[in-house]
């Protein structure tokens, strides 16, 4: 079993979405020996899910994340980082300093985990029958969905742009807010207010589904109302947010939901381990370049720390 085997590594990094990537390259750049892993068969992480343009990344413009991939893919094999695919982490041995992933052991002088966020979950919608999947891609089967009626749950980019896809072939969509502001950018704003089939409800909660009335639909608590109101839908789509990918190692400090804390340097509780991207970033500061910038600071940092001895 390949768990038995273990490979010293100088530097284990978990995850291999932009964060990942750039801390491989920077070992590369500072003579680190290291090795990425990734739980996907592929490199990029949320990188396929971004369809707006890319502008914010000095000092190039892209269509979209499939266009910054390719050009990610190629560097990445052009610096020849060792990239493992499907090989997720399950496990840091903080004493041992050993970390234990699904294929085999590696005993490492450091860590850094780039394993950005995950989709929420709403306990309300659990169980049932006519809520999409966090994974559902309203690029890819949005028509699957033509002529429905459909509640988009969440106030941010995710929840905005995928009313705006899905608008093209839905019926009618409903977007519930649960607070008064909408963390969207303005972009996503801008273009949904051109579809006269979207309509948003702010300071709004989804109470319960009702699968058993006819038609079927939800609930929900709009704000300033006394009585819950009873929506028509077919489906309804959370978006409502991430949490940080930090499950696999439950020791370290954290704050908001999942995300982990570091100093300066990236080093978390454990001195060991850095965090890098989203995973420590939370949604407020989610970006390429804060998450490409502490790869470089985190590696720095570790060159350093081997120097000293
Ligand atoms: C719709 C959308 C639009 C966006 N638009 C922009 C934009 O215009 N400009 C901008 O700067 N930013 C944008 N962002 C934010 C940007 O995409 C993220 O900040 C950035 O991609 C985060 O990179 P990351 O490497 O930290 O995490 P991720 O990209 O999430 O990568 C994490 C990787 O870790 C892997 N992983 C997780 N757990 C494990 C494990 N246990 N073992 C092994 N591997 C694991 C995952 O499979 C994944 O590949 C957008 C995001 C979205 C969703």
Redesign the pocket.
């Known amino acids: 079993m390949g768990k038995l085997t273990v490979e010293n590594v100088q530097v284990l990094i ?7 990537i750039a801390a491989a390259v920077w070992c590369k750049r500072l003579g680190l020996t290291a090795v990425c ?4 068969d592929h ?5 396929q ?9 000095p000092p190039k413009t892209y269509a979209n ?1 499939a266009a910054f991939l390719q050009e990610l893919k190629a560097f990445a094999a052009s610096a020849e980082v060792d990239c493992r695919l499907n ?3 399950i496990a840091i041995d903080i004493s041992q300093k050993r970390v234990v ?1 699904e294929k085999q052991t590696y005993q490492v002088e450091y860590v850094i985990l ?4 995950k989709q929420n979950q709403l306990s309300s919608l659990a169980g049932s029958s006519i809520v999409l999947p966090p994974s559902f891609s309203t690029t890819t089967h949005g028509a699957k969905l033509a002529g429905k009626r459909i509640l988009i749950i969440g106030g941010g ?2 929840a905005f ?1 995928s009313a705006y896809n899905l608008s093209e072939y839905a019926r009618h969509i409903w977007i519930a807010v649960r607070g008064s502001r909408l963390r969207a950018r303005p972009e996503w704003t801008k273009r949904l207010s051109s579809r006269s089939n979207v309509t948003l409800f702010m300071e709004t909660e989804l109470l319960r589904t009702a699968e058993e009335h006819t038609p079927r639909g939800v609930f929900l608590q709009i704000q300033g109302r006394v009585e819950p109101l009873f929506l028509p839908v077919d489906w309804v789509l959370p978006r409502i947010g991430v949490r940080g ?1 930090s499950d ?1 190692v439950p020791g370290l400090s954290r704050y908001g939901e999942g995300f982990l804390l570091t100093n300066t340097f990236q080093e978390t509780s454990i001195p060991w381990i850095y965090a ?4 420590t ?1 939370g949604a407020a500061y ?6 490409a910038g502490q790869a470089m600071r985190a590696t720095k940092h570790i060159s350093q720390q081997l120097k000293k001895g």
Not at 276 to 279: A, E, K, M, R, Y
Not at 286 to 291: D, E, I, K, R
Request: no cysteine; proline share 0%; charged share 20%.
């Open positions: 978990v995850g291999a979405g932009i964060a990942g892993i990734e739980r996907s490199i990029g992480g949320q990188l899910q971004i369809h707006n343009e890319i502008w914010d990344y994340g090989e997720a982490l992933t780039a394993t950005g966020v980019d995710r742009e990918n696999e890098v991207g989203d995973v970033n989610a970006s390429l370049s804060l998450a």
